[in-house]
């Protein structure tokens, strides 16, 4: 090659090295960033004709009010009110807004998790449509993600305009899963929530192939990092009925309990230990007063056979249990665990496995 040809290629090499290092500079400042967003914010939205217009409103003026990128992420979850021609009228007259339409109802956790997996945001934030988590309280969130937490969840201090019914179920339902898990999964929170990059990436790599029924409060819990609440007061919502029907609540209660408890496949086995042992200290009761010429009735000595037998029973019964949770628990195949950070490493990122 002539000198000048080299030294060319050198040259070009060079540039292109210098313009590499300027891109990940810049990039890392968020100036070459086509789609660098500060703000995610996920509205499932199912049949909220009535009110989605407004909830818009209220979540602009907030975000707006940050100064900051973002973008809201309406999620149509098959409606089949007016809420889709609404949201995309929405979505044409403000370039913040997108929008993602589901083909027919997919439930709410479903659509939470669409919205987070196409979330580009520094932080996610989940809330629903209906203004009853106040758009205001994402300021608080903001405020204590700049603190260095990685999710902050909103807890309800009060829950307005909610019937007798649905107030004692939930809380009935909180302390059950929460005295069920081993998972320290805060009562009274909902997914009205902050969660970091980092986590929001965590919960993407679950993705919905392997965990299906996800009950996203638990998941989010169950992931770790540095977590804390804000309180606020639940409001009415703003119009409307709720779209969590009787069927969809007990849905996401069985949900949350076998996402993340094997209190049910273990029933049977503690139950079976138990009619067994019973059973059989009987019998030996019975032969020893036999043995010593007291005349026992030989009904009893039916039912203890009985007891020992359906115990048999439950305690095959629980085996198949134990196999069977961690056959779900391959089949989820959840991370093993999740670093946070690295130290000595050449590549010191939190990586998940
Ligand atoms: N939602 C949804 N899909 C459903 C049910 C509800 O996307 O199948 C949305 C709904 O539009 C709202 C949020 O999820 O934004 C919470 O629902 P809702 O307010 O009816 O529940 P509640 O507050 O009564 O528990
Ligand atoms: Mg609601």
């Known amino acids: 090659m002539e000198n000048s040809t080299i030294s060319k290629v050198f040259m070009v090499t060079n540039i292109v090295a210098i313009n590499i290092d300027a891109y990940k500079f810049f990039a890392k400042e968020g100036v070459y960033m086509s789609d660098n967003i500060k703000y995610s914010i996920v ?155 980092k986590v929001c990436d965590v919960m993407n790599s679950m993705t919905s192939i392997k965990e299906k029924n996800r009950y996203i409060r638990g998941l989010v819990s169950w992931v770790g990092f540095k977590q804390i609440g804000v309180e606020y007061v639940r409001d009415p919502r703003l119009a409307g009925e709720t779209k969590y029907t009787l069927k969809k609540m007990l849905k996401l209660a069985m949900d949350g309990i076998t ?3 094997y209190a049910p496949l273990k029933l049977p086995l503690n139950l079976g230990i138990f009619l067994l042992a019973a059973g059989f200290v009987y019998l030996i009761v019975e032969l020893v007063l036999r043995i010593a010429g007291v005349d026992v009735s030989s009904e009893n000595t039916v039912i203890a056979v009985n007891m020992v037998l359906f115990g048999l029973n439950f305690v095959v019964l629980g085996a198949f249990g134990e196999y069977i949770g961690r056959i779900y628990d391959e089949v989820r195949d959840r991370p093993l665990y999740i670093i946070t950070k690295k130290v000595g490493f050449d590549d010191e990122d939190g990586k998940t496995r």
């Not at 998790?113 to 994402?138: F, H, S, Y």
């Not at 909103?154 to 005295?179: D, H, I």
Request: charge should be negative.
């Open 43 to 197: 509205v499932p939205v199912y049949n909220e004709e009535l009110l989605i217009e407004e909830s818009y409103r209220r979540l602009k003026k907030v975000m707006d009010s940050t100064g900051e990128s973002y973008e809201l992420i309406f999620v149509n979850d098959g409606s089949h009110d007016k809420s889709a021609e609404i949201l995309a009228n929405i979505c044409e007259n403000d370039n913040n807004v997108k929008l993602i339409s589901f083909s027919r109802n997919f439930g709410h956790q479903t659509a939470i998790t669409a919205g987070m997996d196409n979330a580009k945001g520094d932080a996610v934030v989940v809330i629903d449509a209906d203004l009853q988590d106040p758009p205001e309280v994402i300021l608080k969130m903001i405020e204590k993600w700049k603190e260095g937490y990685d999710v902050v969840y909103g807890k309800r201090a009060e829950r307005k305009g909610e019937s007798f019914f649905k107030l004692f179920t939930a809380r009935v339902f909180y302390r059950l899963l929460k005295s069920l898990t081993n998972v320290d999964i805060p009562v009274d929170t909902g997914d009205f929530r902050l969660i970091d990059r």
């Open 259 to 261: 996402s993340f408890s």
